[in-house]
């Protein structure tokens, strides 16, 4: 694996949102800690100027964290501007020109997939691809046959090793936390398996619709744009095996294997839902049956997991905005009385605010010997030096390091999941907006103690 340092940054989809809410912010931070080398010139076909750049960096930064006083002038004096269309090799010329004697460029594509072929032969054509690095968004592809075809493109012009397919939700301290706490806690390991483990849940739930993005949520849905990538991400590092070294590759081998080991989804184990009111939404096409609401029942065929059901909910306009993981472990027989004791569970709270809780029963006050649940909570934040998600995931490839960016083989492992649903989808129910989705979906965990909702 090449670990040289990458001098330059090169930025297409430089004016959209992603960059605005989010690169800005964690270059500034890179700035700051002097992780930011060489000149970050950004790519777009705005008609804009170098001033009108910057002013939309600085903007940026002022409104998603605050401009930091160091951090901002360095952020600033390293931009650069392009703007031309990806068609012109001109753009690409005049990308080289500014790269100057930067040998080993990242190239970080926010743009559609449809562009990166072009884009990616535009950069060899130029030489701006050599020794360089390249940098893609999810979604990748929309289905198993697309992402092995894009991957084709991007091969054309860059190894594997030098292929980075970013998806923010690795760079989250929560989510990796999920995968050391696991390990590096002998209480825990021992019962994390099918004879402990009667059921796991994940939720990612947000309270606010598609927010002005109708015509993009349209042509994608909640298990392309979620399922396929973050909830299954989560799977992979809830239910992984300990990787026998520290090689980068030994860990993303146990979360390939996961997905290599989950069964294709049956219909009859998924509810689909849309919120009333998406049909208004500007963009999406009259009578549009895209889901903004999946439920799912998944089984992982391995020693450790067989038989235990994994159940995975998204959705959009829910009552809360909240991600969490709920193991929920085998009822003990009743003690002292009839009374069957509270369900023990452990609980990772991803976001809003991380947190790892252990429910656990205690005697209820009183003359009669039966329980009630508490939770021992534990704030997941340990020291001050906590990156964003982008920051953290923006080093790491310029730096070259592939720990928390998907292989290829990985993507289309996710893929060949979910092909099948895609291609023949059950019915999409409509529910209320603030509910947690269509009534039907509690009918995957009725045998199992219902949903657990983040509060």
């Known amino acids: 694996m090449d670990n040289t340092q990458s001098d330059a940054l090169v930025f297409f989809g430089a004016t959209g949102d992603l960059a605005y809410k989010q690169i800005f912010p964690s270059r500034q931070r890179l700035a700051k800690r002097g992780k930011l080398i060489g000149p970050v010139i950004g790519v777009a076909k705005a008609g804009w100027g170098l001033d009108q ?97 894009l991957t084709a493109e991007i091969d054309r012009v860059f190894d594997e090793d030098h292929i980075f397919r970013i998806d923010h939700y690795l760079g989250k301290n929560s989510v990796q936390n999920m995968i050391f706490f696991r390990f590096a806690n002998s209480f825990l390991e021992p019962i994390w398996k099918r004879e402990y483990v009667e059921s796991v849940q994940i939720t990612m739930s947000e309270k606010f619709g598609v927010q002005g993005r109708g015509a993009f949520y349209d042509g994608v849905g909640a298990i392309r744009d979620v399922v396929q990538n973050h909830l ?110 509270p369900q023990n569970y452990v609980r990772f709270r991803l976001s809003p605010v991380p947190m790892i809780a252990i429910g656990g029963s205690v005697k209820e006050a009183g003359d009669r010997l039966r329980g009630c649940m508490v939770e021992l909570e534990a704030e997941q934040q340990c020291g001050t030096d906590e990156l964003l998600p982008y920051e953290e995931l923006l080093e790491d490839a310029m730096r070259g390091r592939q720990t928390w960016f998907a292989r290829k083989d990985y993507v289309e492992a996710a893929w060949r999941i979910l092909d099948p649903l895609l291609a023949d989808k059950p019915e999409v129910h409509t529910y209320d907006p603030g509910s947690w989705g269509p009534a039907d979906a509690d009918k995957l965990t009725k045998d199992f103690g219902g949903w657990s909702n983040p509060v």
């Open 232 to 341: 299954l991400q989560v799977v992979s590092n809830i239910a992984m095996e300990p990787p026998p070294c520290t090689d980068v590759e030994a860990l993303r081998d146990e979360r390939m294997k996961v997905l290599k080991s989950v069964q294709t989804v049956d219909k009859e184990d998924v509810i689909l839902g849309q919120f009333k009111g998406y049909l208004d939404e500007p963009g999406v096409k009259p009578g549009s049956t895209v889901e903004t609401f999946a439920a799912l029942q998944l089984y992982i065929n391995s020693w450790r997991w067989r038989d235990v059901p994994f159940f995975i909910r998204t959705g959009k306009s829910l009552p809360v905005t909240a991600t969490e993981v709920v193991a929920k472990l085998r009822q003990t027989p009743p003690v002292f009385s009839e009374d069957v004791p």
């Open 53 to 149: 750049f910057k002013a939309r960096a600085q903007d940026s930064v002022e409104k998603h964290g605050g401009a930091d006083p160091e951090g901002l002038p360095k952020l600033l004096a390293a931009l650069r501007y392009v703007d031309g269309d990806y068609n012109d090799p001109a753009t690409f010329q005049q990308v080289r020109q500014h790269l100057g004697t930067a040998k080993h460029p990242l190239h970080y594509l926010a743009i559609p997939p449809f562009l990166f072929g072009k884009v990616i032969d535009q950069l060899k054509a130029s030489g701006c691809a050599d020794g360089g690095r390249v940098v893609v968004e999810k979604p990748f592809g929309h289905d198993r046959a697309s992402a092995h075809a």
